[in-house]
């Protein structure tokens, strides 16, 4: 079991930028893909962004193309979310998660049975 650990969360003003970090450890990341999902109050968890182990390739919502990248570094188990160009709709909780990568639906899925998620860290942007 992959155990989850984010980090980088806060307060900032709308336009602003933050770098959401996700620390990993219990077990290698080999074929493992690790994506972001995020929960406001009130709001069915969304999925965000997400890094394939198979080629590396990126995904995004729609909401977060061109505003945030995700990265992952394996030798440090972790990965990384930065979030440029703020707006007060991304205010939410943001969760990590780790799961085999068997797929993109698999991946993006925001079922909370599958893989590994982290508690999660806040995110509030202010208008």
């Known amino acids: 079991q992959v155990q989850l650990v984010e980090s980088g969360g806060g307060l900032v003003q709308a336009g602003g930028s933050l770098r959401l970090s996700c620390a990993a450890s219990?077990?290698?990341?080999?074929?493992?893909?690790m994506a972001w999902f995020r929960q406001a109050p009130g709001k069915e968890r969304e999925f965000v962004a997400a890094?394939?182990?198979?080629?590396?390739?990126?995904h995004y919502t729609d909401s977060a193309k061109g505003r945030f990248t995700i990265s992952r570094d394996n030798a440090k188990n972790t990965q990384y979310l930065q979030m440029n160009s703020l707006k007060p709709e991304d205010t939410a909780m943001y969760y990590c998660?780790?799961?085999?990568?068997?797929?993109?639906?698999?991946?993006?899925?925001?079922?909370?049975?599958?893989?590994?998620w982290g508690q999660g860290t806040q995110v509030t942007v202010s208008s």
């Open positions: 998660a780790a799961r085999p990568d068997r797929g993109l639906a698999y991946i993006t899925s925001p079922a909370l049975d599958l893989g590994s």
């Open positions: 219990g077990r290698t990341f080999s074929n493992y893909a």
């Open positions: 890094i394939r182990w198979i080629g590396r390739s990126t």
